[in-house]
Nanobody
Framework: HVQLVESGGVSVPVGGSLNLSCVPS?????MGWFRQVPGKEREGVAA???????TYEDSAKGRFTISQDNANTTLYLQMHSLKPEDTAMYYC????????????????????RGQGTQVTVS
């Protein structure tokens, strides 16, 4: 059973930068980040698969970068030019299904998620 532990969420000023990290207890096939604001549906932000393919939600393109370390373990999300609308709880998520794919900032069949880390931009 894969477990995910996120870190890095803080309050930052508009236009600032932030790096989120996610450490998995085992290596899943697809990983990504989604965010959620109370009362709204969750939104996929960025995702990557075991082949290194990355995909982003439209508002994240050009501002966010998803990556993994050389051992393909820790997942990162580098965020730049942050806007107030980026304020949300950010969750690391993973798919343990080898058939998962990534598209539009998310991965199919997420079956694990972390506890979340709060990002506030103001």
């Amino acid at each position: 059973h894969v477990q995910l532990v996120e870190s890095g969420g803080v309050s930052v000023p508009v236009g600032g930068s932030l790096n989120l990290s996610c450490v998995p207890s085992a290596y899943p096939f697809c990983m990504g980040w989604f965010r959620q604001v109370p009362g709204k549906e969750r939104e996929g932000v960025a995702a990557t698969d075991f082949k290194g393919r990355a995909t982003y939600e439209d508002s994240a393109k050009g501002r966010f970068t998803i990556s993994q370390d050389n051992a393909n373990t820790t997942l990162y999300l580098q965020m730049h030019s942050l806007k107030p609308e980026d304020t949300a709880m950010y969750y690391c998520a993973a798919s343990t299904d080898w058939r998962c794919s990534v598209v539009g900032g998310t991965a199919t069949d997420y079956d694990v998620r972390g506890q979340g880390t709060q990002v506030t931009v103001s």
